[in-house]
């Protein structure tokens, strides 16, 4: 099979790991596989054999949109593709003109959930042959803007080497690992850090628009000792294996990659309580709502106390990488058939 991804950017991110490791398992199973983003520092990691094309998909331009369209649909006819798998909107958009103009059948994949009141955004996903959602709960909060036309397919995370030991140090290491904006809530976790007692240290994992503010920030609470800034690493597996409690205190999600390898490894997390976590968790119990920083307080000082994860997470809600690639080929097939 000649699969197309088309998603806006390669920087960091939930929906640029997932491409990484579903492109780089179909390769690895035999597919030939194109991508096609306005690039960015992940390049460099696609699987061997994955051919990457940059185009300007990432602008929310009608007209750059219909442009980029144009180069695809040669793209698509010169190399033969069988099946074209956007992600996000704007890519979405893009795959639908392509599909039009080069008659091969497009895929969408919505790794998140977003505004449902301008339903015309989401035309691409209703004249789709289906839509893939990362969760029940994307499915279940995008069902007034998609077709009956959509398929749960959670992510899938490769097979873990190890269990986590934590780092063995008497000072208490919180991570965070995530691309630093509003929705992830770091700015929550930093606004309660100078009441926290006890010894500990958070470490974070990731850069972003917020990066500067929060780094000025920590410095302005003095706390530039206790929490330190890595930015992005491309090895969050190792930072996990070394660290005592992963925080997780985001606003939205749809269905979260690193949460999901935190469960795979049983490194403790302290997590919100919104419905993607709470469908990998077993019961409610000990999630935070996101925002509510007394909770949070409470939440963080009990780690401190117990050293246990509040939450028991259910590992075998995470499938394989090889399990999601199944599914999702599965899907291309009956697009192609159709």
């Given amino acids: 099979m000649r699969i197309l991804h088309i998603l806006p950017e390669l920087e960091e991110g939930g929906v640029e790991?997932?491409?990484?490791?579903?492109?780089g398992q179909q390769k690895k199973e035999g597919h030939?596989?194109?991508?096609?983003?306005?690039?960015?520092?992940?390049?460099?990691?696609?699987?061997?054999?994955?051919?990457?094309?940059?185009?300007p998909v990432h602008r929310k331009n009608p007209i750059t949109g219909v442009l980029c369209a144009v180069?695809?649909?040669?793209?698509?006819?010169?190399?033969?593709?069988?099946?074209?798998?956007?992600?996000?909107?704007?890519?979405?958009?893009?795959?639908?003109?392509?599909?039009?103009?080069?008659?091969?059948p497009y895929i969408v994949t919505a790794h998140a959930y977003f505004s449902t009141?301008?339903?015309?955004?989401?035309?691409?996903?209703?004249?789709?042959?289906?839509?893939?959602?990362?969760?029940?709960?994307?499915?279940?909060?995008m069902k007034n803007c998609f077709a009956e036309n959509t398929v749960v397919i959670r992510n899938g995370m490769p097979v873990v080497n190890g269990l986590w030991k934590g780092s063995g140090d008497a000072t208490v290491k919180f991570l965070f690992v995530g691309r630093l904006t509003q929705l992830k809530g770091l700015q929550d976790i930093i606004k309660i850090l100078p009441e926290l007692s006890g010894d500990w240290r958070l470490d974070v994992v990731g850069d972003g628009p917020l990066r500067t503010e929060l780094e000025e920030r920590v410095k302005s609470l003095?706390?530039?000792?206790?929490?330190?800034?890595?930015?992005?690493?491309?090895?969050?597996?190792?930072?996990?294996?070394?660290?005592d409690c992963l925080l997780f205190p985001s606003y939205i999600e749809g269905m979260p990659l690193t949460l999901a390898r935190a469960i795979?490894?049983?490194?403790?997390?302290?997590?919100?309580?919104?419905?993607?976590?709470?469908?990998?968790?077993?019961?409610?119990?000990?999630?935070?709502?996101?925002?509510?920083l007394a909770a949070w307080m409470n939440a963080l000082e009990g780690f401190l106390a117990t050293k246990h994860s509040p939450t028991d997470f259910d590992r075998n809600a995470i499938p394989t990488i090889q399990h999601m690639t199944q599914e999702v080929l599965k899907v291309y097939r009956t697009a192609i058939e159709s």
């Fill in 264 to 292: 795979q490894l049983g490194l403790p997390v302290i997590a919100s309580d919104i419905e993607p976590i709470s469908e990998l968790a077993l019961g409610n119990r000990g999630l935070v709502k996101p925002g509510d």
């Fill in 117 to 141: 009141q301008a339903r015309w955004i989401y035309v691409p996903y209703r004249r789709a042959h289906k839509v893939i959602c990362v969760s029940k709960s994307v499915n279940r909060s």
């Fill in 71 to 104: 180069r695809l649909n040669l793209l698509v006819r010169r190399n033969a593709i069988d099946v074209i798998h956007a992600h996000s909107r704007v890519p979405a958009w893009i795959a639908m003109f392509t599909s039009r103009l080069a008659g091969v």
């Fill in 32 to 55: 030939d596989v194109f991508v096609v983003s306005a690039g960015g520092k992940l390049v460099s990691q696609f699987t061997d054999g994955v051919k990457h094309f940059r185009f």
């Fill in 17 to 23: 790991r997932h491409v990484l490791m579903l492109s």
């Fill in 222 to 243: 003095d706390l530039a000792e206790r929490v330190v800034f890595h930015g992005f690493q491309n090895d969050p597996d190792a930072w996990m294996e070394k660290s």
